[in-house]
């Protein structure tokens, strides 16, 4: 499951299917449907400040989308990108920018799914069609998101 949380650790969860997992998107599922509400009349931004992904989204695709969008990543490198920059020696390139202090941040994602997983049917996906896994997935972040 893909998911986008806020500096707060509350889901954003939108009611669009997302893509299939065995499909890989040039963005991250959530940086693509991302819609930020700022106070006051205007349209919702749809760039986040900084998105801190971990090592799944580590391709260069990824990386290219987001810049192209003009997102800011924390992304940390797999060691087999590590490995394979290194053999190319001086024309293997630059490694990606990553700064330990906002992936630190992370854990609030981490801290979100464990939310999510106090709820059984979900934690362990009883729902076996994806639509009601998906409502299940609403009710239960708008519940998270009341005081």
């Known amino acids: 499951m ?12 939108d009611p669009a299917h997302p893509r299939p997992s065995w499909r ?16 006051g009349p205007g ?29 800011r990543h924390v992304i940390p490198e797999r060691s087999d990108q590590v490995a394979r920059r290194a053999a190319k020696g001086s024309h ?15 854990n609030v994602v981490e801290r979100c799914f464990n939310r999510l997983k106090h709820w059984r049917d979900l934690a362990t996906r009883y729902a076996k069609r994806a639509s009601l896994y998906r409502s ?12």
């Open 24 to 39: 890989q998107s040039p963005a991250p599922g959530p940086a693509r449907r991302v819609r930020i509400n700022q106070p």
């Open 92 to 106: 293997g390139g630059r490694p990606p920018a990553f700064d330990k202090v906002i992936y630190k941040k992370r």
């Open 43 to 71: 349209r919702p931004r749809k760039r986040p400040e900084v998105l801190i992904a971990d090592k799944g989204y580590a391709h260069d695709s990824t990386r290219r989308a987001l810049r192209q969008r003009g997102i």
């Open 136 to 147: 299940s997935l609403l009710l239960i972040a708008a519940i998270i998101w009341l005081p």
């Open 2 to 13: 893909h998911l986008a949380v806020d500096g707060r650790g509350r889901p954003h969860v």
